[in-house]
């Protein structure tokens, strides 16, 4: 493999629309694309081969690969002019080197290309509290959030402050001031950077993510007093999430905790990328906003009744997954195996296909 070169494989990689490029010892180089992974060639890497590979990335990143070299993993952007911006993490794996590169575009793309609804793009209207943006890694949380910013840039005069691990899309000065801080190359990590951004007048913070009790404490404080705080996590459905926040806290904090989150929140959105029809990944999204029913079932400690709360909550502009799921069916844009696989009631997608 030592003709094959990385810098033609990121080309094909953009070429291919793959989200993915693989480069593991022991396995063929490889792209996803949709939800296969599919090699490229039909030799196996070995060991010489990824660390080659690696070197040359974090040449062209302009990186230090001690950090790397000492931790055993890393996690930072690449960006190549004219061709695409890359979130790289590299790795060890059975005392080899090993890179998983993550191909984003340069601009952020049109909701509506890749299957955003209005449903969901009405969160960049809210002026204040904590929309969360919730999902498995890799279900597209970041081009949501991102499309979701890049509606607020375009609409309204404030200033956006993101803290990112590492920064993916490049967003450019619109209506909006847009300062981008990436976490352990602007700044050394969440906490501290939450806590220095409320200096910075910030009107709207994007949190890369809620990885701690500190991170996650702050960002409600900050919805609570007249921010509008946009954060991930790696949950699956509004209720999840929810208790997620409660239980990183003592149990003697929790209900002043609940308190506080039913206060601040405003949105939650849920979403799974599933396979389309044409094969390309079409997301489906769970909204949940913040009712005054939804706020006592947060307060009382009754999540397990949000579910049947949003599946009644049409009226409010909210949606289950399971129905977002079955509209994706009625429009033909996922079969209907696929409907069942992914939904969590495959009852309910049976029962409005009759």
């Known amino acids: 493999m030592t003709t094959v070169k990385i810098m033609d494989l990121l080309e094909r990689a953009v070429k291919d629309n793959a989200s993915d490029l693989f480069l593991v010892a022991g396995a063929p180089i490889s792209e996803k694309i949709g939800d296969h992974i599919e090699p490229l060639f039909e030799d196996r890497l070995m060991p010489a081969d990824t660390e080659r590979f690696i070197n040359v990335i974090y040449m062209l990143a302009e990186r230090s690969i001690d950090h790397y070299n000492n931790d055993g993993d890393d996690d930072f952007s690449l960006s190549i002019a004219s ?13 080899s080197k090993a890179v998983v590169i993550r191909i984003i575009n340069f601009d952020v793309p049109d909701p509506k290309d890749i299957g ?22 890799g279900s597209g949380k970041s081009t949501t959030q991102a499309c979701i910013i890049n509606a607020i840039n375009k609409s309204r005069a404030c200033h956006i402050i993101t803290l990112e691990d590492p920064i993916e899309y ?12 990436e976490i352990a190359v602007d700044t050394n990590d969440y906490a501290t950077a939450l806590r220095a951004c409320l200096r910075q007048a910030p009107d709207v913070i994007l949190l890369g993510e809620m990885r701690d009790t500190e991170t996650i404490h702050t960002a409600i404080t900050a919805a609570e007093t007249g921010h509008l ?9 509004a209720a999840n999430t929810i208790d997620r926040i409660v239980d990183s806290f003592p149990s003697a904090q929790q209900e002043q905790v609940r308190t506080q989150l039913a206060a601040a929140l405003r949105t939650v959105i849920s979403q799974q990328l599933i396979p389309g029809a044409g094969g390309k990944p ?4 769970e909204v949940m906003h913040a009712t005054s029913a939804i706020r006592n079932l947060i307060r009382e400690n009754k999540t397990h009744q949000i579910d049947n709360a949003i599946s009644t909550g049409g009226q409010d502009g909210m949606i289950a997954m399971d129905r977002s799921i079955l509209s ?7 079969d209907l195996e696929t409907a069942r696989a992914y939904a969590g009631n495959p009852g309910i997608i049976d029962r409005g296909v009759r």
Request: net charge positive; aromatic share 6%.
């Open 83 to 95: 061709l695409a911006r890359f979130r790289v993490n590299t790795y060890k794996q059975r005392g």
């Open 116 to 137: 955003i609804p209005d449903l969901v793009m009405t969160v960049a209207n809210t002026r204040d509290g904590l929309v969360l943006v919730s999902g498995t890694a």
């Open 170 to 181: 490049l967003h450019r000065n619109n209506k909006a001031i847009v300062s981008q801080r």
């Open 229 to 237: 705080v946009i954060a991930t996590l790696h949950t699956k459905g």
């Open 282 to 285: 079409i997301p489906a999204f």
């Open 328 to 334: 994706l069916y009625a429009d033909r844009r996922i």
